[in-house]
């Protein structure tokens, strides 16, 4: 929604034994149910004999994937797919993936999930080398990489491998080649993907909702470290960097991923229901209804009820056919359409004191306006309580907080944050709460380096989401 923070990027990708003309429907369909994590571009490269097909273009998959456009895909047996949200590079076409290159040992497709922390002083090597850029995103970076270690190595997953060793930070990818179909998850574990099957298809994709409507039956996750290559309907499995300090985004259980999925174990809803749970034991108040900000508030704000025995209902109706209102291009755009996607319930909420739950706070001028909104409304009080720690500090890692000053909790304390935000009370999820609660995640730890400003790994210092726009060398 508005001023919400912003993941970068879903994949879903498919092998099959044999040739199929429906592949390009099966990606299309895996990344609609992908679109949450990214709304700006799409697209998808399928592999036809060894020849790589792309299609890609700003828009919605709707949108971008016409039934004109997927007649005119070819059939093939190794297709990946991509939806974006840029948290490096700025919003264009060119930026959109999968990218596609070819290189003197054949073609490669890449898709990417994440960010690198290391992307500047590899991308100067490059030019220095001599390589040419036709994009601002990190993920073009890791093309020349792995293209440069192929022609030093016997294989496309030495090449990947030997590149996993040079970058540095966020990344999930799925790779083609002529060949081969290659997923990797970065050592730390930073951002999720799974794999499973349908029939004797193998498909990956970044959460398990994506094998859910593709018909699709969950295996497992890719492992921190795991780099899996799939060649003549034979998959091998390679732990190639697993004793690294691991380091999965605790936001991904938060927010951005889709309640159905299950990530490194441990189910979304659920993880969102206890943390409700959490917050009315932790934060109680006296009210008369519990409400969620839809639909990401919405999990905790039931847990919140079942806790607290204070009814659940609705507060909002949610307009789903605004459209991409997060990338409207001032906040005078975005204030209007806050009242556009958010109608309050006027006989709910009239004269009632409510307890609204949200996933987040970012900026603080949504919920500002929300709670305007409901108190024009009628409502007699709104206490907010918050389903994640307060937002102090950078990610690195494929989320778009590139400015601590953006952010209403820098520098600020609760108390402040309430009297600006104009709430009855504020509370936030306590972070070692959160953590007990996602205690059972197979990837033995988080990265919550936005709440507590310490990161698995090192990071860089003033590069904000634009540093390829404006670097000069």
Do not use: W
């Amino acid at each position: 929604m508005f001023n919400k923070i912003k993941e970068e990027c879903g994949v879903y990708g498919i092998y099959s034994k044999a040739p199929k003309e429906e592949l390009i429907g099966q990606v299309c369909v895996g990344l609609s149910a992908l679109q949450h994590r990214g709304e700006e571009s799409c697209g998808v490269a399928i592999n036809e004999d060894g020849i790589l097909h792309f299609h890609k273009d700003v828009g919605l998959v709707s949108e971008v994937f016409t039934k004109e456009v997927q007649n005119s895909m070819p059939e093939g047996k190794m297709a990946i797919g991509h939806v974006r949200y840029s948290t490096t590079g700025v919003s264009k076409k060119e930026n959109a993936q999968p990218m596609v290159v070819r290189h003197k040992k054949g073609n490669l497709a890449v898709v990417h999930n994440g960010n690198l922390t290391n992307a500047v002083e590899i991308k100067k090597e490059l030019e220095e080398q001599g390589a040419i850029f036709t994009t601002t995103s990190d993920t073009e970076i890791i093309c020349h990489v792995i293209v440069r270690e192929r022609l030093k190595t016997g294989s496309i997953e030495d090449a990947v491998k030997n590149t996993m060793k040079i970058i540095k930070g966020a990344y999930s990818l799925l790779i083609l080649s002529p060949q081969k179909m290659i997923a990797v998850r970065d050592p730390q574990g930073f951002r999720p993907l799974c794999m499973g099957h349908r029939g004797e298809d193998i498909v990956f994709a970044s959460e398990s909702c994506a094998l859910d409507v593709t018909g699709a039956t969950f295996d497992r996750d890719i492992e921190p470290g795991e780099v899996v290559t799939i060649t003549n309907n034979e998959i091998v499995s390679d732990k190639f960097m697993p004793n690294e300090k691991k380091g999965l985004c605790i936001f991904e259980y938060i927010y951005f991923a889709r309640p159905d999925s299950t990530i490194d174990g441990i189910n979304v809803h659920i993880i969102r229901e206890q943390v409700g749970r959490c917050l009315a034991k932790q934060a109680p108040v006296d009210a008369d209804i519990v409400a969620g900000v839809p639909d990401s508030g919405n999990d905790a704000a039931l847990g919140y009820s079942k806790e607290s025995k204070i009814p659940y209902d609705i507060v909002f109706v949610k307009n789903k056919y605004i459209g991409r209102t997060f990338i409207q291009n001032s906040q005078n755009k975005r204030k209007k359409l806050i009242s556009l996607k958010l109608n309050p319930l006027h006989h709910t909420v009239k004269g009632k004191k409510i307890v609204l739950v949200d996933d987040s706070i970012v900026r603080g001028n949504t919920l500002t306006k929300i709670i305007k909104t409901l108190k024009d409304a009628g409502a007699k009080e709104v206490h907010i309580r918050i389903a994640s720690p307060a937002f102090v500090d950078v990610c690195y890692f494929g989320t778009d907080i590139d400015k601590k000053e953006n952010l209403i909790a820098n520098n600020r304390t609760v108390e402040e944050i309430r009297q600006m935000i104009g709430a009855d009370s504020l509370e936030y999820m306590n972070l070692d709460s959160l953590k007990e609660i996602a205690k059972d995640c197979k990837v033995k730890g988080f990265c919550d380096g936005c709440f507590t400003g310490k990161y698995p790994i090192e990071v860089p210092k003033n590069i904000d989401k634009d540093k390829f726009e404006k670097l000069q060398f």
